[in-house]
């Protein structure tokens, strides 16, 4: 029988082989008082529970019926007119959205794409409007790139500090940090829809963040989280996300942690860092909520690269601006004067490294933080810069997990910098300097490189990349461009792209020299 809270009554006569069946039923629980067992409503337990011999109440297999008619009808989800072809793994995470109506976790491991299939099941739901999408600070913009990639027309608002508007964006981007400032109006919008990315960043019950996460999520009906990090080895940081995706997927927290979380004792309190039933609680949340997909596992359907562009904001946008105007003006000044060519050349490059320092000076927090969140879901992480000062604030910010290898670097220094990094599992970080790192060394213990800064030929940059795309490496490489936007880097990166169709052609003797490049930036500033 279904009672109140969800779940399946169970009683049978004491038998040794029965109790043990009940026993191994996802979820399952003895009522002393009532002595009962009791189990979540799901469908396997309902199909486990009939092929044990239980009669089973019509109800239950109506729910059984109409649960599977769900998926079959997921299962050839139209997804129409998106501005992009998601991967067979992707459709699937997408159907299992739709399967679950839009309140589910979304846990694929890095690089596989949980951004776009939650936005593909928006652009298939365009009456479930708004939906407010909560991210750390760093992913903002990268969110609203992704929209407008995928989307077509998406009305896309994002929100900056504290001082709180009427919105008017069917699309709202938030980050967690100033969540708390704009709960009213955007509680006011009467949103449809709720995606959480990162979700262990609301783990604590303490935080404005999760006080303010908790409060929004009441006013609407889809709830959708996002999460790399594997549930099973620190449980406790996904609770809140599971609890606001499904109420009676556990009874009470102290329930939760009690089962999942290897309690211990601290001495001040309970301490509910540890795992314990992982095996339990992985199989609960995947016949639930989640969706997860590791890279080997769909390996086949990946290419060898897969490139990504995240924008990040300046912190001294003033400053970029005004160099970025004394450039435009001096090339625009000394356009068609062949007779200094060389003068206006070398004062040129001049004029651009400056805005280069302060493109990077000006995202380096930014891009700080975005490793930092990267390093708690993926082990480990490749960054190539150019200036030695991004490189030493790198080291300096990440101390004790880091190596670098620059000009400076003795050989066998470099050495060790790469057997700590290939070997040490307490070495998280590599910070290459792409000229000195970008060739010669392997470094395929990761299979993530990022990208501060970017060469002046797509050679150097290929052979970087390939630091980790080397034979030994298993995984597809995933490479990320962190790049401040509306700045000289989105230039360069665009002409990269534009000198050789894809950055692969190298490969196949296609290259661009420095002054090739630069010329072509010079032109595109005079005009």
């Not at 050349?345 to 990077?360: D, G, S, Y």
Request: include cysteine; charge should be positive; hydrophobic fraction near 40%.
């Amino acid at each position: 029988m279904i009672g109140e809270t969800k779940v399946i009554k169970i009683t049978f006569p004491y038998d040794v082989q029965m109790l043990h069946n009940v026993r191994s039923l996802i979820g399952r629980q003895w009522h002393a008082q009532s002595k009962c067992w009791s189990a979540p409503l799901y469908v396997d337990n309902i199909k486990q529970l009939q092929s044990w011999g239980f009669t089973i109440d019509p109800r239950l297999l109506q729910f059984v019926q109409d649960s599977e008619l769900k998926t079959q009808r997921a299962a050839i989800l139209p997804i129409k007119d998106l501005k992009g072809e998601l991967y067979p793994f992707q459709k699937q995470g997408v159907e299992f959205l739709e399967r679950t109506n839009g309140k589910a976790l979304i846990a694929d491991e890095m690089g596989l794409g949980k951004t776009v299939q939650a936005l593909a099941w928006l652009h298939i739901h365009p009456e479930k409007r708004p939906a407010i999408i909560v991210v750390p600070a760093s992913l903002k913009l990268n969110w609203k790139k992704e929209a407008e990639r995928w989307l077509h027309n998406p009305k896309i608002e994002v929100l900056q500090g504290s001082n709180v508007h009427k919105l008017r964006g069917d699309i709202i981007i938030i980050n967690y940090d100033i969540l708390h400032h704009w709960l009213d109006p955007l509680r006011e919008i009467n949103p449809k829809v709720l995606i959480t990315d990162e979700c262990h960043y609301y783990k604590s019950n303490k935080a404005r963040r999760t006080k303010a996460v908790k409060l929004l999520a009441k006013a609407v009906d889809h709830f959708i989280a996002l999460s790399g990090t594997p549930i099973v080895n620190k449980p406790i940081e996904a609770y809140n996300a599971l609890r606001l995706i499904n109420y009676d997927l556990f009874k009470n927290f102290r329930h939760f942690a009690d089962r999942y979380c290897n309690p211990k004792w601290n001495g001040f309190g309970m301490s509910y860092e540890g795992a314990s039933n992982t095996q339990e609680l992985h199989d609960l949340l995947k016949s639930t909520v989640m969706i997860r997909r590791l890279k080997k596992d769909v390996l086949p359907e990946l290419p060898e690269k897969t490139r990504s562009f995240f924008p990040l904001q300046l912190t001294n946008q003033s400053e970029y601006t005004k160099a970025d105007n004394d450039l435009i003006q001096f090339l625009r000044e000394t356009k068609g004067n062949a007779a200094a060519r060389k003068a206006i050349f070398a004062e040129a490059l001049t004029r651009i490294e400056v805005l280069k320092q302060l493109a990077v000076k000006g995202k380096l927090e930014e891009a700080i933080n975005w490793i930092s969140d990267f390093l708690e879901v993926e082990n480990k992480l490749v960054v190539f810069a150019t200036h030695k000062f991004v490189i030493d604030t790198l080291i300096e910010r990440f101390k004790g997990i880091a190596v670098k290898i620059d000009g400076s670097c003795t050989p066998n220094e470099r050495q060790r910098a790469v057997e700590s990094f290939q070997n040490d599992a307490n070495i998280h970080l590599f910070v290459g300097n792409i000229q000195a790192a970008g060739v010669g060394i392997t470094l395929t213990a990761s299979s993530n490189v990022a990208f501060l800064e970017l060469p002046w030929t797509p050679g150097a940059l290929v052979q970087a990349e390939d630091r980790c795309h080397r034979i030994g490496q298993k995984d597809n490489v995933n490479i990320y461009y962190l790049l401040a936007t509306g700045t000289i880097e989105d230039t360069i990166a665009a002409l990269l792209d534009r000198k050789r169709k894809t950055l692969d052609a190298v490969l196949d003797g296609i290259e661009t020299d420095q002054e090739s490049l630069l010329t072509e930036l010079i032109k595109q500033y005079q005009s």
